[in-house]
């Protein structure tokens, strides 16, 4: 990939959000390094127009009803602007911090208009990663990983190929549960599941990080993004969230990403093309942080990983999507106090024990498993 030294083009999609307000400040380290030209947020029409004051420059965007009521005339709404400003513009970057489903529309038409993506949206790849990848190579874009374990993938593979690749590690927190047996959380409260430990996160990837859904999805993402090496992508707990991810090669060496943990590490290398550019941080001190200790999962406990494995099986096909759709209806479902903890486990299994797989090649289709899914898994939550 080549930089220049004219401003990148930047779209913040999801600038509301956890994701989104991160990149902003990592545009506010080297102003000079980015030109805003969209910020898209759903609803928090007060943010977006603070943010819009700051960045006068940009399309302000909300795709969702603004959640006061109130309408600037600054502002144009809905999907469709969203679309057209993609399209107008041609950025040279879209950063896509939407959450859930609603994130995958955009990221293709990013690719599609020959936009590079700076991807935190696991759920793009997760539900259409043949697609997403075929439309940038078709384009001549690339997709830059933001997620943290992806983008430190990224860099331990610094140019080699995947083939000299032998096995790649993901890390996980372990969650808020971690070391909990099933028994103790059949009464989990929202509460209890969105106290992340390690990371400041928006409520639905929290709980997924609970249920460990999170590492689940992101297993997917990785052999979207990277292939599955000889020995596979296994997934340990590491529950100081240091090392983000190893990988091993078949000469013996293995490399490991190491930082605080800090989002804005990730969108920093992904929004400046993966060059080192200097920004803010904590310093590492791994003498003061004191013992990283690592353990394996408790797939008894925690299944969404085997059942991420399960779905692996049906790779390139609408299995991906029920996968995704089930999490975030059953998540939406303990949110609001509608079905508990555990049943987000069964939910999600039954959904995709019951699905017949056919392959995802056009958003039609992964669009109608979406929502039929999503009818499904609804109708069994009392
Ligand atoms: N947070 C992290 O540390 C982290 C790390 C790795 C990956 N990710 C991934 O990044 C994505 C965003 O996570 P987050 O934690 O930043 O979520 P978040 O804090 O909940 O923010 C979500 C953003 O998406 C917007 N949004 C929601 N629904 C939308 C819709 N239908 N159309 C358009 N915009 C919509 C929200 O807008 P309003 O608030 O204005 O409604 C907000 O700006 C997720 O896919 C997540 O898995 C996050």
């Known amino acids: 990939m080549t930089t220049s030294h004219s401003p990148t083009r930047l779209a913040i999609l999801g600038s509301t959000g956890s994701i989104g307000t991160q990149a902003l400040q990592v545009v506010a380290e080297n102003p000079e390094a980015f030109e805003v030209c969209i910020l898209a947020a759903g609803s928090n029409s007060e943010q977006l127009q603070q ?41 040279d970057l879209v950063l896509n911090g939407i959450t859930g489903f609603a994130g995958l529309e955009f990221s293709l038409k990013a690719l599609q208009c020959g936009s590079n993506l700076a991807l935190a949206n696991k759920e793009s790849l997760v539900t259409a990663g043949a697609l997403l990848k075929s439309a940038a190579i078709q384009n001549g874009a690339e997709i830059l990983p933001v997620d943290s374990e992806h983008n430190a993938i990224q860099q331990c593979l610094n140019g080699h190929k995947e083939t000299t690749v032998s096995k790649i590690t993901l890390t996980a927190s372990g969650g808020p549960f971690r070391g909990w047996d099933r028994s103790r959380l059949t009464d989990v409260t929202s509460e209890q599941a969105l106290a992340h430990p390690t990371w400041k996160m928006g409520p639905r990837i929290s709980i997924d990080s609970a249920t460990m859904f999170n590492k689940a999805f992101e297993l997917i993402e990785a052999v979207e993004l990277f292939g599955e090496p000889d020995q596979g992508i296994d997934v340990i707990v590491h ?143 009392p």
Request: net charge negative.
């Open 239 to 381: 529950p100081q969230s240091v090392i983000h991810a190893i990988v091993e090669f078949k000469d013996g060496s293995s490399i490991a990403h190491l930082s605080e943990p800090d989002m804005r590490v990730p969108i920093r290398n992904a929004l400046h093309l993966l060059q080192r550019t200097p920004g803010n941080f904590q310093p590492l001190n791994l003498v003061s942080r004191g013992e990283l200790t690592f353990e394996t999962v408790d797939h008894k406990t925690f299944p969404a990983i085997e059942l991420a494995r399960e779905v692996l099986k049906h790779s390139g096909t609408t299995m991906g999507t029920v996968f995704n759709a089930a999490d975030e209806v059953a998540v939406h479902a303990f949110l609001s106090g509608d079905s508990g903890f555990l049943t987000i486990y069964d939910l999600v299994a039954r959904a995709i024990d019951e699905h017949e797989p056919v392959p995802a090649d056009s958003l039609e289709v992964i669009c109608e498993a979406d929502q039929e899914t999503r009818n499904r898994v609804r109708s069994w939550i």
């Open 51 to 91: 943010q819009q004051q700051q960045h006068p420059q940009s399309r302000a965007i909300l795709v969702l009803s603004p959640r006061d009521g109130d309408k600037p005339d600054t502002f144009e709404h809905g999907s469709e602007a969203l679309h057209e400003a993609l399209e107008e513009l041609k950025v």
